[in-house]
């Protein structure tokens, strides 16, 4: 497949690039301090609910706190 054909858009699916102008973007629903949902957006459309709970979810919430927590410690030890 060439690279022009497809994009990873890092959730390990290829999207053709013509039909996404737009990132892909997950938002966590919390609730009490649970995150009970994990949205997936495309710009203001909301695509797809992701269970926290699911391989997928798990996944999606693990890279994200790597990253928060990386962001975090680099902002602290600058200071």
Known sequence: MSEN???NN???????????????????????????A???MQGRKH??????RSRQGQDILRLYTTEHHDEVAGEAAAS
């Open 47 to 52: 695509l797809r609910t992701i269970d926290p």
């Open 5 to 7: 054909a497809a994009i």
């Open 10 to 36: 890092g959730a390990g699916e290829a999207t053709a690039p013509e039909t996404n102008a737009e990132e892909i973007t997950y938002h966590a629903v919390e609730k009490d301090g649970v995150v009970t």
């Open 38 to 40: 994990i949205w997936e």
